[in-house]
């Protein structure tokens, strides 16, 4: 089955404990991306990948890092977390210009 | 500037009723894609429709129908005859040839609740 996956789904932390949230795909999709949705914002980019190794910032990237070091997989590392990044992330991909295709949701909770 | 506005921030209806959510956009680009996506209580964002800047048909899909007009820059969404299984916050997104397709541009999202 085509899928996005994240891990975990839901999250508690305390401010500054770094976390990873892991995001993969079984599309072979070169394009992938991280979006919080924040009440009243709607969903908001992070950062986002073209292909392995190439990634670039979205509109709200502070705070956040990504890597791509496999097509499958674009996880977001969070070095030190604050209580500010409280929220839900979907990871996405893509393939070309088409629909992007969500991951389930993590919801993140920084005390 | 690129926005998309969702100016509904909740919508009640009763079971049956038509309902139609408005989403407004701004862009300079004349190659663009509008996407209306769904989200569930459960969370997850479900594709419902893609539509491109060249193809200003009108779309139904079942119950769904998609109005696009480049003359207003909306592309609103109806669902006739609304169900229970309707309620959830719909989102409308936009993503543009000058930005590579790399970002969405989501609304804010209309929250609708569907009463028995």
């Known amino acids: 089955e085509a899928q996005v996956t994240q891990n975990p789904r839901y999250l508690i932390t305390v401010t500054g404990k770094k976390l990873t949230v892991t995001c993969s795909q079984n599309m072979n999709h070169e394009y992938m991306s991280w979006y919080r949705q924040d009440p009243g914002l709607g969903l908001r980019q992070i950062y986002y990948s073209m292909n392995v190794e190439v990634t670039d910032k979205g509109d709200v990237p502070e705070g956040y890092k990504v890597s791509r070091k496999e097509k499958r997989n674009f996880p977001l590392i969070l070095e030190s977390p604050s209580p500010n990044q409280t929220s839900l992330y979907f990871c996405?991909?893509?393939?070309?210009?088409?629909?992007?295709?969500f991951g389930p949701g993590t919801r993140l909770t920084v005390t | 500037a690129q926005k998309v506005t969702q100016a509904q921030t909740e919508i009640s209806v009763v079971e049956k009723e038509d309902v139609t959510l408005d989403c407004v956009y701004e862009?300079?680009?004349?190659?663009?894609?509008l996407f209306w996506y769904k989200q569930p209580p459960s969370g997850e964002l479900v594709f419902l429709i893609r539509?491109?800047?060249?193809?200003?048909q009108n779309e139904i899909s079942g119950r769904y129908s998609w109005n696009f007009q480049k003359s207003t820059s909306s592309f609103n969404f109806t669902i006739t005859a609304s169900q229970v299984v309707d309620s959830a916050v719909y989102f409308c997104?936009?993503?543009?040839?000058?930005?590579?397709?790399?970002?969405?541009?989501f609304g804010a999202g209309t929250r609708l609740a569907v009463h028995p």
């Open positions: 996405a991909s893509r393939l070309g210009q088409f629909e992007q295709y």
């Open positions: 862009t300079r680009d004349t190659t663009y894609y």
């Open positions: 997104a936009l993503t543009t040839y000058s930005g590579g397709y790399n970002k969405l541009i």
């Open positions: 539509r491109n800047s060249f193809d200003e």
